[in-house]
């Protein structure tokens, strides 16, 4: 019998020893003088199962996880037992077949409908699950009707601030220039996300092809991915990735003989969390600080090196080529209201069941955290969810039967962001939480404003001040004017919405900010 | 090693790629383990740059060390997923038993001690990375284990593991 073995080879499989539980299977292979191909693939994102072993046996999938070296002896002798009691079914470790595990069967996978499934460099095994498909359909169209599709889908940016892409392709279309750019978002700072990385990860080509396709729309011939400093494994991947497509010619000169070049690099950040904002990573792709531009001009008109630039995030971008794929009709159906197609859920920090969910837009927060988390890791009731990072608010648990649409949660002062949920148990400290948010916005701001720069050195101080309980009223009252100061007074979302996460802490966890309990006043 | 000369080579093969100053001075830093002051009227030099301008693109990013950091850079994810899972009793314990706050090097010159605010491994946190390695579920215990093997005999061999 031929066995195939799948053992992921993404940042948290490996963070968890997925490379020594593949070790231990060649050398066990070679022990028992048995047969086996080891592929590394991608991860399929259930991280709780990590590291996943998967076997392909006749054509079936089936899972075993989460593996450590020392149950490897015990599956190899299930895999090979002919004595009922002892068959892979009864295996402490054993999951069934793979896709049929609730978990990721009950998702609505476009995106990442091939993480997990191959290896992600492999080019045959992405074209033979469709991969390259919707960049083949776009050179045949003419710019316009390409930037028609996208705008037809209904698709909007993903990185957090929901734009329509569709309208952004436009204007990059319609200004004239002999160089335009394509540059991917790839700056992921949020924390509680890392779809855009298990993307990169795990189905490079996707990406590529998306920024393919977006250079043949708006007339770019070169693109640049910019990566956070933060993920070595995605940056040698995607290195790889890029090699192999232009070899194969997907990207470099007259890509699939099109007559249309177009060039890919990808560019390292430095570890500064402003470089995610558009107009700060333009900056820094030049090789400058990252400080923020101001807008107007929109960098569709002059972005990088004062040129015309479509920026967008990697599962815009990824999204792209879905449509091109499929066609915008079908991706348009998924959704709801004006939040078209699918959302990459992010689920993570105290969280029994943490990993990427990709669902439909109109699920509530939730049957994504009860449904698919399954309750927190700890086993304590959850207290407070932090959705769309660090500028996005606290949540109580009144709040969350919002459902995932943009304009539901904009309407409860609340944001999807870029889709990461972190859980946190009863034991989490939300005056901590509030003056960490005005902490990381002082670490990180760019310095170019001075509500922002100074605001948030000020909030630490103010909140520290509630704690102790020292003139707590006026403190708290000058709380609130420096929250209104920062959110009227700051050039981007980086000062312009920590106030969120601060005042809803405050608002809904009062009784974490020290001074009498609210209810014995 | 003449640090200067290995510089020189660096600008040479960067300045005229667009926006270089980043990638170049990555390349330092992987060359020379930091980027020396001494290097600034160089690179502004070889850039057509201010030596302002220079030191101001430095200055701005978390990467970009200006002294020799340790043998290892231990890098503590201190974000919100993180935290959520007990983070900041690993950043406690780490600082007290190697010593060191962040932004400082034990005095054997193995480790360096540095924040970082994500990981993208925030489904199984609490996150660190030691080097180019990145490890989940990280406890008080585990981060003891994961320092004895960076300072014993095995891993110091020229890297000679992996
Ligand atoms: C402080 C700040 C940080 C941001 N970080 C990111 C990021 O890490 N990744 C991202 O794609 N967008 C980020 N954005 C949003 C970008 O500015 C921009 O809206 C996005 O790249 C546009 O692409 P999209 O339309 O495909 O979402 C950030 C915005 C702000 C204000
Ligand atoms: S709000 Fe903060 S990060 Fe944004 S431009 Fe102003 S100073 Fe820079
Ligand atoms: S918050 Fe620590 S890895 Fe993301």
Not at chain 1, 447 to 466: L, Y
Request: proline share 5%; charged share 20%; glycine share 12%.
């Amino acid at each position: 019998m031929s066995m195939t073995f799948f053992i992921p080879q993404d940042t948290t499989a490996l963070a968890l020893g997925s490379d020594s539980v593949a070790l231990t299977i060649t050398s066990e292979l070679k022990e028992r003088g048995l047969e086996g191909e080891i592929i590394r693939n991608g991860s399929r994102g259930m991280f709780w199962l990590e590291p996943l072993l998967e076997v392909e046996i006749d054509g079936s999938r089936l899972g075993f996880g989460p593996v450590k070296p020392s149950d490897v002896p015990g599956i190899l002798e299930s895999l090979n037992s002919h004595d009922k009691n002892t068959k892979p079914g009864n295996h402490p470790l054993f999951l069934g077949k793979v896709d049929q595990i609730d978990y990721l069967a009950r998702q609505q996978r476009l995106t990442f409908s091939r993480a997990g499934v191959g290896d992600p460099l492999c080019i045959e095994n992405y074209q033979r699950l469709s991969g390259f498909v919707g960049l083949t359909h776009a050179i045949k169209l003419k710019s316009q009707e390409i930037v028609d599709q996208i705008k037809d889908s209904g698709l909007r940016g993903r990185g957090g601030a929901a734009f329509p892409a569709g309208i952004k392709w436009q204007t990059v279309l319609d200004t004239a220039g002999e160089q335009k750019y394509i540059v991917c978002n790839a700056d992921e700072g949020d924390s509680g996300t890392f779809a855009d990385r298990l993307l990169m990860e795990a189905d490079p080509y996707q990406l590529i092809e998306g920024m393919a396709i977006a250079g043949l729309a708006v007339g770019a011939n070169q693109g640049y991915i910019y990566l956070r400093s933060e993920y070595p494994v995605a940056h040698k991947i995607l290195n790889q990735a890029i090699e192999r497509a232009t070899e194969a010619g997907f990207l470099g000169e007259n890509i699939c003989s099109s007559g249309n070049d177009f060039f890919l690099e990808v560019r390292l950040g430095a570890g500064a969390y402003i470089c995610g904002e558009e107009t700060s990573l333009l900056e820094s792709l030049e090789g400058k600080r990252g400080m923020v531009r101001a807008k107007p001009p929109l960098p569709a008109i002059e972005g990088l090196f004062g040129k015309p630039t479509v920026v967008n995030n990697v599962l815009t971008l990824g999204a792209v080529a879905t449509i091109l794929e499929q066609g915008s009709k079908t991706y348009k159906d998924f959704g709801m209201g004006r939040s078209r197609g699918t959302l990459a859920v992010q689920l993570a920090g105290n969280v029994k069941r943490g990993g990427v969910i990709e669902l439909a837009f109109g699920v509530t927060l939730r049957e994504v955290v009860e449904g698919f988390g399954c309750g927190t890791y700890s086993g304590r009731p959850i207290r407070a969810i932090q959705m769309g990072g660090p500028l996005g608010a606290f949540l109580p648990e009144s709040q969350w039967d919002t459902p995932l649409d943009y304009e539901s949660f904009a309407a409860i002062k609340a944001m999807i962001g870029h889709g990461g949920i972190v859980v946190f148990d009863d034991t989490v400290d939300m005056a901590a939480q509030a003056r960490f948010a005005m902490e990381f916005c002082a670490v990180e701001s760019c310095g170019k404003c001075t509500p922002c720069r100074i605001g948030a050195t000020r909030g630490v101080e103010v909140i520290d001040r509630i704690v102790q309980n020292q003139d707590r009223d006026n403190n708290l009252i000058l709380l609130t004017d420096l929250c209104d100061t920062m959110e009227l007074g700051s050039l981007c979302a980086m000062g312009g919405m920590t106030p969120f996460p601060v005042r809803s802490a405050l608002t809904y966890f009062t009784e974490d900010f020290g001074g009498e309990s609210p209810r014995e006043n | 090693m003449d640090k200067s000369a290995n510089i020189d080579q660096l600008i040479e093969q960067f300045k005229t790629l667009p926006g270089g100053l980043l990638p170049l001075l990555r390349a330092v830093k992987h060359a020379v383990g930091y980027i020396p002051d001494e290097s600034v009227p160089q690179i502004a030099k070889g850039f057509n740059l201010s030596r302002a301008e220079v030191h101001g693109v430095i200055s701005f990013y978390h990467d970009f060390n200006t002294s020799p950091g340790g043998q290892h850079c231990v890098q503590i994810c201190r974000a919100e997923a993180c935290q959520s899972m007990g983070s900041r009793q690993i950043e406690a314990h780490a600082k007290k038993s190697l010593g060191i706050e962040y932004g400082e090097t034990t005095k054997d010159g193995k480790v360096t001690l540095q924040p970082v605010y994500c990981l993208g491994n925030c489904a199984c946190s609490p996150s660190i990375r030691i080097n180019d390695d990145i490890h989940a579920r990280v406890s008080a215990a585990s981060f003891d284990q994961l320092m004895s093997e960076l300072c014993s005999p095995v891993t110091n061999d020229v890297g000679a593991k992996k």
